[in-house]
């Protein structure tokens, strides 16, 4: 024991010699290589994720052009059946031969834009969902 300052205080003592548990230089050994173990595995997963990452922006910069393409594609079917429709009534109040004439082009139009708009589809399909394409 020591003398204290003061009358009030109570008395000093010595500070005991603390052991840490990782003073063992065995479980500092353990400690380090979980640590180096955590690292690596921490790298792994970070390079996975940027892998998983950039396949999922190419997916959907590949679902965009397609969808952007197909509905294009369906946009020129709704034209052309519309341009169909309205053909068929102004054909209402034509002449028999004009409103034949009328219909039949109208028809062929739509027919011609339908497989233009299906040919336009086939070539822009939708790309495989990410489960097939991001392992």
Do not use: W
């Not at 205080?9 to 840490?20: F, T």
């Not at 950039?54 to 397609?66: D, F, I, T, V, W």
């Not at 059946?81 to 053909?87: F, I, R």
Request: hydrophobic share 35%; net charge neutral; glycine share 2%.
């Amino acid at each position: 024991m020591t003398e204290s300052t003061s009358p009030f205080d109570p008395p000093l003592e010595k500070p005991r010699p603390s052991r840490h548990v990782l003073d063992h230089p065995f479980l500092s050994r353990v400690v380090q290589i979980i640590a180096v173990v955590s690292l690596l595995l921490a790298l792994y997963v970070g390079v996975h994720h940027y892998q998983l990452a950039g396949c999922l922006a190419e997916y959907n910069n590949a679902q965009a052009r397609s969808s952007g393409e197909r509905l294009a594609a369906a946009e020129q079917d709704r034209q052309a059946l519309d341009d169909m429709m309205s053909a068929f009534a102004a054909a209402r109040s034509a002449a028999p031969g004009d409103a034949q004439r009328q219909v039949s082009a109208a028809l062929d139009k739509y027919l011609e834009v339908r497989r233009t708009s299906d040919e336009q589809r086939r070539q822009n399909p939708p790309p495989p969902p990410p489960s097939q394409r991001c392992n």
